[in-house]
């Protein structure tokens, strides 16, 4: 049986998808933990992040009860979908906005396309947006002769260095002051000459790069934070001024919104808007939130276009246990608090939701194609510690999922003709312990392994199959005896542990 | 079949095997502050929160306020304001020879034209002192979205009945159909190193002016 062990197996192929890399996470995960530098940027930031997030959440005294409160609602929401998106968007149209539906990321591209050609302008200014990242928006545009100019400064740093998003929140937490200063002078014309890499320098560079873009741009495009159904109001939630530019300024606005984003009440934000500053950057309220309902005349865009995403959000709905992860606001605490992420970094995930929730969003949204995708092995990019479940605002049971969609993963492979060596070790330990004659008989063997074990009583390297185990992780060597051995020494006048006394 | 029946038919089919209703939202959390509205307590944890948050905030009492205005527009020589601003505040704007454009009279301002205004001055609708957040809603005063956006230094004259303690007070105050602005500080930016910047797009200095 050990024969067929090392016969690789068929790899399905699967669309190239912004929610899908090229490499399973283990792979993926080695290549970037050979980047000292990336690990060193980002040990750096998210232990930052964790201690101004543990601060704010720790002087507000009703937080959890804020939590049960968040979880709640997003439970009601899902339960409620259809009737809260008929609501939502009959309140937009109501309030002189135009709503489109998309059913997948192709549509969603097209209709924005179209959207911009019909304001005869190549170059639309965008709001960070994890929809439009999602949908690989920026790329359909760019081959469609438009050029999507990023706004908030880790996304310009990210498009400006042919780069890809690794953090939810802050898309260039990857990047040090140093890269960031080199990446502006290689790639920004406009960058002055004697840039230095303090912050503040960078960030005013920034902002005179973006500023006549902002000035003159007549379409912008955005992603939401929350829809409210009641209402027909848009939320976006922000630091910079760059969302206020956008949603503001332009003749007009697209927002592209996830069916999931709803919230039922106007009065549900007073949940969220505690939840959602605290638990992402760690601050007490962002500094900039814009709420605006379809459109208000002489002032801010006179076009207002919605184009409602599915893009996989049905299926992951339709999933009773992985619909929890359609709760997720996108606050980004659970990558800050994740030992997993803190090491590979976000592109390890290959999606553009990296880190624990992308773990169990990414699978959801594109489905899990048996062994040969790789976002089957997304399950499995967690030590399940649970430190994402405590500091999920709207207490998303991540590590259960987890644990749901790694039995899933080994389900799917069950109808294989060709056992793995998983299988293969299972049956034999099957047929070992099924006998007390053999199972004695392997524990006695056992012992050996004292032999190749180190000084510190640790076995690091095996030979096949065992190395499939060394390679990544010591074994600790086999005690001088077994139990039984050590309860007939202690125990001499009964027959075996368990007898009778 | 359209793409809006689509997505609504793949929900219902998604939700067709829920068959207990979802239990009811817990609201125990803080919905009402321990103090009231512009009660010293409230006003204290306020000015702390805007000055944790790098706005720079002045306590005045209404006889101090045009003097104040004055005062915190030292360095700014043009001024923008809203057609309804109170003429008080307008007149202690065009202070100390300083131009003072009002948006929409006679012509609505361009995004260029207002890069070129050092300043601009407005009211609000409401403070929340729990998290240092002030909240726009172009009501009297405030004007349009983009005049407080453009301009560098933003002066906003808050009441001191105007600051609530919690969150939940604040958004029962909103009309959710006006466009809102919420504002906590200054434009600020912590992408490079987790390292606060303040200052990108918009306004790079908030100086309020709270009156009690």
């Known amino acids: 049986m050990s024969t067929f062990l090392g016969i690789p197996r068929k790899h399905a192929a699967q669309e190239e998808s912004p929610l899908r890399g090229t490499l399973p996470f283990p792979k993926a995960a080695r290549k970037e933990l050979a980047n000292g530098q990336l690990r060193r940027n980002l040990a750096h930031a998210t232990s930052v992040i964790r201690t101004k997030r543990a601060q704010v959440v720790d002087e507000m005294p009703d937080w959890e009860a804020l939590r049960d409160a968040g979880a709640a609602t997003k439970t009601q929401v899902m339960s409620n979908l259809p009737a809260l998106l008929e609501q939502f968007e009959a309140n937009v149209i109501a309030r002189g906005g135009v709503v489109h539906w998309a059913t997948d990321a192709q549509e969603a591209n097209r209709i924005v396309t179209d959207l911009v050609r019909a304001q005869g302008v190549d170059e639309v200014i965008k709001v960070k947006s994890m929809a439009t990242q999602e949908i690989g928006l920026n790329e359909y545009l760019e081959d469609n002769g438009i050029a999507a100019v990023e706004t908030d400064l880790a996304e310009l740093i990210v498009q400006l260095g042919h780069d890809k998003p690794s953090h939810i929140l802050v898309p260039a937490i990857h990047r040090n002051r140093t890269e960031v200063r080199d990446i502006f002078l290689a790639e920004m014309a406009d960058a002055p000459a004697d840039l230095t890499d303090e912050p503040r320098r960078l960030a005013m560079a920034a902002r005179e790069h973006l500023r006549r873009k902002f000035l003159r741009s007549k379409v912008a495009i955005s992603g939401t934070n929350f829809g409210i159904a009641e209402t027909g109001t848009i939320g976006v939630v922000e630091s910079e001024g760059n969302g206020r530019m956008c949603v503001t300024l332009p003749d007009t606005l697209i927002t592209v919104m996830g069916i999931e984003k709803i919230l039922p009440t106007f009065t549900d934000l007073e949940v969220f808007l505690q939840l959602l500053p605290r638990s992402s950057t760690g601050e007490r309220m962002n500094p900039y939130t814009s709420l605006w309902t379809g459109v208000t005349p002489g002032d801010g865009p006179q076009n207002f276009h919605l184009i409602l995403l599915d893009n996989g959000r049905t299926n992951a709905l339709a999933d009773q246990v992985g619909r929890a992860a359609l709760h997720c606001i996108r606050c980004s605490a659970c990558l800050n608090v994740c030992p997993v992420y803190e090491r590979t970094g976000g592109h390890a995930y290959g999606s553009v939701y990296p880190g624990p929730i992308g773990a169990v969003l990414t699978p959801q949204l594109t489905g899990m194609h048996g062994h040969g995708d790789v976002n089957s092995t997304l399950p499995y990019a967690s030590s399940l510690c649970g430190a994402c479940y405590d500091v999920c605002p709207v207490k998303i049971p991540i590590p259960d999922l987890l644990v749901e969609l790694r039995g899933r993963a080994v389900d799917a492979d069950r109808g294989r003709t060709i056992p793995g060596g998983w299988d293969a070790a299972m049956k034999a330990a099957s047929w070992i312990m099924s006998n007390p004659t053999r199972f004695a008989a392997v524990e006695k063997g056992l012992a050996a392994g004292r032999l190749v074990a180190g000084k510190d009583q640790k076995i690091k390297h095996l030979p096949f199959p065992g190395s499939a185990w060394t390679h990544s992780k010591d074994m600790p060597a086999p005690p001088k005896q077994t139990f039984r051995q050590w309860w007939k020494q202690t125990h001499p006048d009964t027959d075996q542990p368990g007898g009778p006394a | ?212």
Do not use: C, W
Not at chain 2, 33 to 39: I, L
Not at chain 2, 46 to 51: G, K, S, T
Not at chain 2, 90 to 118: F, Q
Not at chain 2, 170 to 179: E, G, M, S, T
């Open chain 2, 1 to 212: 079949m359209s793409s809006r029946d689509a997505v609504l038919n793949r929900i219902r089919a998604a939700l067709a095997a829920d068959t207990a209703p979802p239990p009811p939202i817990p609201r125990d959390y803080i919905r009402v502050g321990d103090n009231p509205p512009g009660s010293p307590p409230v006003l204290e944890l306020m000015v702390d929160r805007l000055i944790d948050y790098k706005a720079v905030v002045r306590e005045v009492t209404p006889d101090q306020l045009a003097d104040a205005i004055d005062d915190a527009l030292t360095g700014s020589r043009s001024v923008v304001i809203a057609q309804d601003l109170d003429p008080d505040l307008a007149a202690a704007a065009a202070r100390s020879n300083r131009t003072v454009t009002i948006d929409g009279n006679p012509a609505v301002l361009t995004p260029a034209e207002l890069d070129s205004i050092d300043a601009v001055i407005t009211t609000a609708k409401v403070g929340i002192a729990l998290s240092g957040t002030i909240t726009l809603d172009g009501g009297p005063g405030q004007g349009r979205r983009a005049i407080t956006l453009v301009p560098d230094f933003h002066l906003i004259v808050l009441h001191a009945d105007q600051i609530v303690q919690t969150v939940p007070e604040a958004i029962a105050r909103l009309d959710p159909l006006r466009p809102l602005t919420m504002i906590a500080g200054p434009s600020a930016t912590s992408d490079i190193e987790l390292e606060r910047v303040e200052g990108v797009h918009g306004p790079r200095t908030l100086y309020v002016l709270i009156v009690g």
